[in-house]
């Protein structure tokens, strides 16, 4: 249950801070900085409403997550490759070994190689569809008369 | 030509830095069922993405060679606030990197303010280290030095990835921690 939880905050915490970051101009820095204080900060005031280990985690994987986000729009185009980063971020989190417990950047470097490991996606995956450039441009050229 | 070696350098001492975490897991997490293979995917495509993936600029992006000097400014902050003050590592982060967001404000058209929110959060990382790691102020100080060659040298690499000043952090305290560990050795 615990499992799931973690994986849907890093997924959320991707996407929001990604919004964030390009639709609402805010830049990367304060998109990730601000969305994670504004969630750490009621679970530091009232640690006992939730269960302690949730309490203690979620805002930890938040801002993991939201490093995710941070990316420029160059790197990544579409929220679903965010979602499955973030749930390789989650997956890395729960596994984390006690060699790199508490190191300080330890949350980044799970967030990119979480990234990176779903950037190289679209080169395993086969191609949908084999038209010529010339059908594409027909194609291009009769949508663009129907919606006019 | 020597420009292109550092770069070399710096992408397989990230490429090192990323399969010892991995690979940290893996022997941790040897006994049960799924992790493992887990991990071992994530490899393969952590090396694919390596190898394709334009993650890299060809240009030079210029950058201040001062900008570094904030690096552990943000990181003594965040390392009292998470201390001193018993704030917890991703409050001090999160207040760190929020005042710091703001700082480009003092005057839009200063291309060396807009570059100090990224440094600024950089060094936050560096001061969310455990205490049990940076038992001194000297261990967060010698972390930002490693941080900010690393970040100076790898301006043009990993650009607009995120994790990647995380991913800094990191390297500067493991070697960090490495080189503390080789001079006094517990």
């Given at each position: 249950m615990t499992a799931i939880i973690f994986i849907l905050t890093a997924i959320i915490a991707a996407m929001v801070t990604f919004y964030v970051n390009h639709e609402l101009k805010q830049g990367p820095v304060r998109s990730s900085a601000l969305l994670s204080l504004l969630v750490a900060l009621p679970f530091y005031f009232f640690p006992n409403v939730l269960d302690v280990s949730l309490s203690k985690n979620i805002p930890v994987v938040f801002i993991g997550g939201s490093f995710i986000g941070m990316a420029s729009k160059k790197i990544v185009d579409s929220y679903i490759k965010l979602a499955i980063s973030g749930l390789v971020f989650s997956v890395i989190?729960?596994?984390?070994?006690?060699?790199?417990?508490?190191?300080?950047?330890?949350?980044?470097?799970?967030?990119?190689?979480?990234?990176?490991?779903?950037?190289?996606?679209?080169?395993?995956?086969?191609?949908?569809?084999?038209?010529?450039?010339?059908?594409?441009?027909?194609?291009?050229?009769?949508?663009?008369?129907?919606?006019? | 030509m020597a420009r292109k070696k550092v770069r070399t350098f710096i992408i397989l001492l990230t490429l090192v830095i990323q399969i010892l975490f991995l690979s940290a897991i893996f022997v941790e997490k040897l006994q049960t069922s799924y992790t493992p293979i887990v991990i071992i995917l994530l490899c393969i495509l952590l090396l694919a993405s390596y190898v394709k993936a334009p993650i890299h600029h060809r240009?030079?992006?210029?950058?201040?060679?001062?900008?570094?000097?904030?690096?552990?400014?943000g990181a003594l902050s965040c390392y009292f606030l998470n201390h001193g003050f018993h704030l917890g590592p991703v409050i001090s982060a999160g207040i760190v990197g929020t005042t710091a967001s703001f700082i480009p404000q003092i005057n839009k058209h200063s291309a060396y303010l807009k570059q100090l929110p990224a440094t600024f959060y950089c060094g936050a990382f560096i001061g969310m280290t455990n205490l049990s790691i940076a038992s001194s102020v000297y261990f967060v100080l010698a972390a930002s030095f490693f941080a900010g060659v690393l970040l100076l040298v790898s301006k043009s690499l990993f650009n607009g990835l995120g994790g990647k000043l995380g991913t800094v952090a990191f390297t500067a305290v493991t070697i960090t921690s490495f080189i503390f560990f080789l001079l006094f050795k517990k």
């Open positions: 989190y729960l596994n984390t070994s006690n060699f790199f417990n508490g190191y300080g950047g330890a949350l980044g470097a799970s967030a990119g190689i979480a990234l990176l490991s779903v950037l190289s996606l679209p080169f395993f995956t086969p191609k949908k569809h084999h038209l010529t450039n010339g059908i594409l441009q027909l194609r291009k050229i009769i949508f663009k008369r129907n919606k006019d | 240009t030079n992006v210029y950058d201040h060679i001062l900008i570094v000097l904030w690096i552990p400014a």
